[in-house]
């Protein structure tokens, strides 16, 4: 229970400059797990509307052309990685933008994704305002492309903030770039979940499936009611599942996620958390909320933790 109460006690203490609170419910193996209750009132940073800003791209040989956009600051930099047919104009993606703009940070967001960070956001291919086909996009074509804004936009050490799908990427990003990826935050981390999910389907349904070409998966967060993944899709993304071994990432690690989710189960976070090779592995909870996490308590705590992290990387360094 010691440890317990010290993460908790870390936690309320990082988030006193949010007027916010958060109290111990248990741990899971060592691993702190925090139920957040309602902040006290907005942050000032939440944004009342979204601002215009240009749209830079990315150029690759070979490769299509990926939409981000970039404000310019220190070290360590923040990359946000959005969730499936998610673009950077999403309300966490402009959130976190406004929270770095509020204290002087800089940022970039792919268009789908010390003390000063430079936050990224950028679009996969196939989505948004990035160039490629969408029905022939992979994860591990989607992988290259964060590994392309890592390498070429990317200054320094950087945390990554991964939302559902995005947090899948971002343990791939931490796995191939060590000395660059210095903190990860998962947002409903979908780790391995599509696959997870077809395998748990019926043989015939998904013999069914393979012949159609096309999963379509009942979705009230799409326009259209359903969301339509690619077989193929599926396929690939069986050679890059990561829970069926220890996860060799040693950075620290923040899994935020809502016990309501019904994409997502939460019990997903504490997997993941399970099989992080780091021993700096926190697993945030809120008791309501769904998958998105985009209401303001949701996103409240989403940039404490950031600006946790970022305090303590600071106090690492110096």
């Known amino acids: 229970m010691a440890a317990v109460g010290m993460a908790a006690a870390a936690a309320k203490g990082a988030c006193r400059r ?4 958060a109290v111990s419910c248990g741990f899971h193996r060592g691993l702190c797990t925090l139920l957040v209750r309602n902040p006290e ?6 944004p009342a509307c979204r601002r215009k800003s240009s749209v830079s791209f990315l150029s690759r040989p070979d490769l299509p052309k990926l939409a981000y956009k970039k404000l310019k600051g220190k070290s360590p930099g923040i990359i946000f990685l959005p969730g499936f047919i998610s673009n950077m104009m999403g309300t966490k993606a402009l959130a976190i933008e406004e929270f770095c703009k ?7 967001r792919l268009q789908q994704l010390p003390c000063c960070p430079i936050s990224r956001r950028f ?7 990035s ?3 969408f029905e022939e996009c992979t994860l591990g074509k989607w992988r290259k492309d964060v590994l392309s804004i890592i390498d070429d936009l990317a200054e320094g050490p950087q945390i990554l903030v991964g939302s559902s799908l995005g947090g899948w990427l971002m343990f791939h990003a931490a796995i191939a770039r060590p000395q660059k990826v210095v903190a990860l935050v998962g947002v409903a981390a979908a780790v391995d979940v599509l696959v997870t999910k077809f395998n748990q389907l019926p043989v015939e349904v ?25 077989h193929s899709f599926i396929q690939e993304a069986k050679h890059h599942c990561l829970l069926h071994s220890p996860i060799p990432v040693n950075c620290p690690v923040r899994l935020l996620h809502c016990m309501e989710d019904d994409v997502v ?7 993941v958390a399970d099989r992080v090779v780091s021993t700096n592995v926190d697993v945030i909870l809120r008791k309501h909320g769904d998958h998105r996490m985009k209401e303001k308590a949701d996103i409240h705590l989403l940039v ?13 360094v110096t």
Not at 18 to 21: D, N
Not at 220 to 227: L, M, P, R
């Open 131 to 133: 160039e490629g086909n």
């Open 41 to 46: 009132k907005a942050p000032r940073w939440l």
């Open 123 to 129: 679009d996969y291919s196939g989505i948004g305002k």
């Open 206 to 230: 998904q013999k069914e499936i393979e012949l159609k070409g096309v999963w379509s998966i009942p979705s009230k967060y799409s326009e259209e009611g359903v969301y339509h993944i690619q």
């Open 102 to 108: 509020s204290l002087g940070h800089a940022y970039i």
């Open 304 to 316: 404490c933790t950031i600006d946790d992290l970022i305090d303590r990387l600071s106090t690492v």
């Open 265 to 271: 189960p939460w019990h997903t976070s504490v997997q």
């Open 18 to 21: 949010w007027s916010w609170t």
